[in-house]
């Protein structure tokens, strides 16, 4: 039993093993979040550049830990994107501004990350962010939805009714998408709807690819233009 215990173990220890490294370039002239930074991501695969290399590499991620709420920063990304074309972008930073950011991600930015979340939580949130996720903390998330909502575009609503999408969604996309403004987990949408999750992860793609969205974050403040609270509180009803 022990040989096969050890046979189960060995391959996930060799896949975490075979993980390359993330070359990493701190932007950051506090020295004290720096060196707590650094930290963390002591034996993790996010290898920090001037510390895990003796010569300058081209970087893989990029942690901006200076202020990225002030005038100039969009460009500042930009010229970070240019320079570095392969690299992900991350903010580090709190009590960001919603405009802000929303400029920042169209600049170039792939993510922002709380100075207050755990060690774990962060690198996992560069994880999804080396998959080419965007990531955002779900409060930023949220007051970016509700700005969305507090300023729609008059032309957006042409032609559809309060709290209707456009018909190109399927009755269940529809109450798919409704749900993902609300923040809802695949399992939880499952769960709500009655159906498999992989079911979901279906119709989810189908719901990127018609909304024109990079994943279901935009997707989800797409569809808060054509959605009135009233119209979500009815559908979360009809879910249930």
């Known amino acids: 039993m022990d040989h096969d215990l050890a046979y189960r173990v060995q391959p996930s220890t060799l896949a975490q093993r075979a993980q390359p490294f993330v070359t990493t370039y701190l932007i ?3 020295t004290l979040l720096r060196t707590g930074i ?3 991501l002591d034996g993790t695969r996010f ?3 001037e510390e895990k290399f003796g010569r300058p590499e081209m970087p893989d991620l990029i942690l901006l830990c200076e202020s990225v709420s ?4 969009a460009g500042a990304i930009r010229r970070l994107k240019e ?4 690299a992900r972008l991350v903010a580090l ?3 960001l501004d ?5 400029e920042l991600c169209k600049a170039g930015l792939d993510g922002v990350c709380s ?3 755990p060690p774990a939580a962060l690198c996992k949130a560069l994880e999804l962010v080396m998959l080419g996720e965007l990531f955002l903390p779900a409060s930023l998330a949220w007051a970016l939805i509700d700005q969305a909502s507090a300023h729609k575009p008059q032309s957006a609503a042409v032609g559809y009714a309060a709290g209707e999408l456009p018909a190109k969604f399927s009755e269940r996309e529809a109450q798919i998408l409704r749900l993902l403004t609300k923040g809802s987990s695949n399992k939880l949408i499952a769960r709500d709807l009655g159906l498999a999750e992989a079911t979901v992860k279906v119709h989810i793609k189908a719901i990127l690819r018609k909304a024109k969205a990079a994943n279901r974050t935009q997707a989800a403040m797409w569809a808060s233009q054509f959605l009135t609270p009233a119209a979500n509180s009815r559908e979360g009803e009809l879910a249930r």
Do not use: F, L, R
């Open 47 to 49: 290898a920090v550049a």
């Open 98 to 102: 919603p405009s802000a950011i929303q």
């Open 83 to 86: 320079q570095y074309p392969g």
């Open 28 to 30: 950051c002239q506090n």
């Open 115 to 117: 100075t207050s979340m």
């Open 70 to 73: 002030q005038e100039g920063s």
């Open 38 to 40: 650094s930290h963390i």
């Open 93 to 95: 930073g709190d009590d």
